[in-house]
């Protein structure tokens, strides 16, 4: 591989419009931890598929790496190229939203579109686009795609990936795939939308999508209960599913800890309790326009509450109040950060086997040392965010079992039937995690793929696969 | 490629237990519509994931096709092998549900596993799995799955693929992938699951499936309402999603044809009506407990009536008289069996495209000769089943058309950005069609991936690419 120096950049120039490529700033080459740092020295800003097209011909041609670049926002470092100089591509200028097709429930944006700009216009249109996360405000399709994004509302409508009607994308040869249908059956051929979508930028580049919308709710509902225990929170989630069906929008556990962190780090966030309780659960409902959410978590707290799951609660009684639930769910990371973790870890589950990992997971730990832990997450759809802290009034730094805790948090996960990679992806972070706890023939039939499709290896070199 | 014959099947038999080779029956060689005949000599009927490796291994090592045979009712001819001997490996052994998870939402079934049976499976655990289709007591799931078969719960559901947690399966070197979790959030690489899926067999043999179920809805409603026309059955559709949201599990749109076709042919077929209407919507609601889909209905039909989109109408109002709605939609296809097609097409539309492709196919087709036409299907997901027929009183042995009439159908569905299969995949009947309308850049790319995964090029020869 070589990298894409000054000699690459001048003879690139030379096929592209002015302005396309830029000395690489700072901002390309940081991630949101902090932990990685790239090597980049060119960042490329094409304004149209033909321009990416056009680029990725280019470092095929002089086996230069590419790194596909939306918001920036992942967090396994899949954004920078740390074992090489490779070219950034930066999708910021295409953000076009293309069409918005109200009676279709569907919507065409271009890869650089950010998050929250599809979700105004699906909102000015009256549907929804319901993929939603804590980076929403700077987040782009591609990248969200490319990554398979999670985050709040996947118990209802699924990941980012199943948000996708039809891809249009730069194939590693800078052949342009034309697959931007807006269809919702189409079997003609093998999948490529699915392939390239969590492939994290290994196997070419997203350029345009298709998206399904979603009926708006007309109304909707939020509740912050306590539950007695994980277990609880899993049989209230059984319980509101039968009561209400396909109404839940989200369904999150959180735990003491994260309360306690918000309260000494962020003492702003209002909480609605003088004693934070050990689980509590947010609950978010929308629901169409003759039925009432308020009734529906009424009667939902009632029976929970007959039923011993639930002994408190709250519905929110205007949509400040909503807000200020959403609120406490919302900063607990940022509650988390301020505090320090000795180990992050995003992973999922068996939504059956998650009280036991929980009960299981803070023993085994305690062997390791004396830890705080926040496990929260959406556990509507079995994702985790175990985070492991210092003892109060002890720093991280007193700790040098990071690795010894993320081992034992995964293997537990990976023994669970889990999977170690949840919502955030490999990156580059992961590669290894893959290398351990993935499937053999899996393993063997992704590198097959890659070799097919980029021979060069020139997309993404050193995210998802060990180059 | 060398074919299963007797000299292959007697070193074969060796690795397996007693009884698992058989010469191949005239069904494994047979198809739904009569017009391919499969050339078969032996058929595999394994019993084990371990059994299918071992016989995978033998077809990779000695160059020997494997068409995997689910439930035969493939309307594509990918279950018969045509253009050589072939072995068939069907599953139907392999029939076990496995696991159900009612707190998950989730089931793990053998690939030989029968539609109906992991139906019923999931409704005594009180859950619903909802993919539906006519061939339901027959159909496998290794072969739902592998062609992405569609159904009449797409509109609230998705297709097959989207039933998915996990799977097993084996790899045309004979490998076994075991992605057997039941994770709703996995990124933990390329997404083999989605690859296989579509793929109809040429990437290797699914051996077991985890599967999402859904909530049960608590209560149903059912009505058939008389439609001004296809935009006004798009508008009705428009209408219920923003009044009822994600409770419409069905919504199909029947032409007058469909149901002189049915008088004619199948006359026990209660029907409501003395004169059919031109255009008749069917829709199903599947509501949670403290829901009226009655009401539902009737709010939609005043509101619907009230802006001209509606100008009759039936809300079922039994079990029996709702089953009765269905069974009239439900021997559509026979009745236009018996009459007899000249041409049948599996299309998919953008939504909005389908008034006007409908405007423009009749009149473009009446160029070609004198054409009865039914056009019905599942609207909601933009899936239009298009079947050409002889004029009343001449039979289609009258006509020479038929190529012209799909290639007419197929020309249009492809100018207004549709697909020439929908639900059924391609199979090897539609192997040109890939040609002719798939998108080189998608094309070279499968091609590569195939050489890549079955570089032998034994899995389903023929089938989805020209071998």
Not at 182 to 198: A, I, P, S
Not at 243 to 250: F, L, V
Not at 379 to 398: C, E, I, K, M, W
Request: charged content about 20%; overall charge negative.
């Amino acid at each position: 591989m070589h990298p894409a120096d000054d000699t690459f950049a001048a003879a690139l120039v030379e096929q592209l419009p002015a302005d396309t490529l830029r000395r690489a700033e700072p901002r390309y080459l940081e991630e949101p931890r902090g932990k990685w740092r790239g090597l980049s020295q060119w960042v490329a800003l094409p304004r149209t598929t033909q321009e990416v097209s056009t680029i990725l011909k280019a470092c095929n041609a002089a086996r230069v790496g590419v790194v596909p670049y939306g918001g920036g926002t992942g967090l396994v470092a899949g954004q920078v190229s740390t074992d090489g100089a490779a070219l950034i591509l930066s999708l910021e200028r295409m953000t076009a939203i293309m069409g918005v097709y109200p009676q279709e429930n569907a919507a065409v944006v271009q890869a650089g579109a950010i998050l929250a700009d599809v979700q105004a216009a699906a909102a000015e249109a009256d549907r929804l686009f319901p993929l939603s996360l804590a980076s929403e405000g700077s987040a782009r399709i591609g990248g969200l795609l490319s990554t398979n994004a999670g985050g709040v509302n996947t118990l209802r409508y699924g990941n980012a990936r199943d948000q996708v009607l039809g891809l249009e994308a730069v194939l590693p040869d800078g052949q342009i795939w034309n697959g931007l249908k807006r269809l919702r059956k189409d079997n003609t051929g093998y999948d490529l939308r699915h392939l390239l979508m969590g492939a994290e930028g290994t196997l070419g580049v997203i350029t345009t999508a298709a998206l399904k919308l979603q009926p708006r709710p007309a109304v909707t509902g939020t509740a912050l209960l306590t539950v007695a225990s994980p277990q609880a929170a899993l049989d209230l989630l059984s319980l509101a599913r039968t009561q209400i069906g396909d109404g839940i929008s989200a369904f999150e556990l959180m735990h003491r800890m994260g309360f306690d962190f918000l309260r000494e780090t962020l003492p702003d966030i209002r909480q609605p309790w003088e004693s934070p309780p050990e689980w509590a659960v947010l609950i978010e409902l929308g629901l169409g326009r003759d039925q009432s959410p308020q009734e529906a978590l009424e009667t939902l707290f009632a029976e929970s509450f007959e039923a011993g799951l639930v002994s408190d609660g709250l519905i929110a009684q205007s949509a400040q109040q909503a807000q200020d639930f959403w609120n406490i769910r919302e900063h607990i990371p940022e509650g988390n950060k301020r505090i320090g973790s000795i180990s992050s870890q995003d992973i999922s589950l068996p939504l059956s086997a998650i009280p036991e990992f929980i009960a299981t997971a803070g023993p085994a730990l305690a062997k390791l040392g004396d830890f705080r832990i926040n496990c929260f997450g959406h556990v509507g759809d079995g994702n985790l965010h175990y985070n492991v802290f210092p003892a109060q009034g002890r720093s991280r730094t007193d700790y040098n079992v990071s690795d010894a805790v993320k081992t034992c948090v995964h293997d537990l996960t990976d023994s669970f039937g889990g999977s170690v990679s949840a919502e955030h992806g490999l990156g580059r972070l992961k590669v290894g995690d893959l290398e351990r706890y993935g499937d053999p023939a899996k393993l063997a039939a992704m590198r097959a793929i890659k070799a097919a499709l980029d021979p060069n290896g020139i997309m993404n070199p050193g995210a998802v696969l060990s180059s």
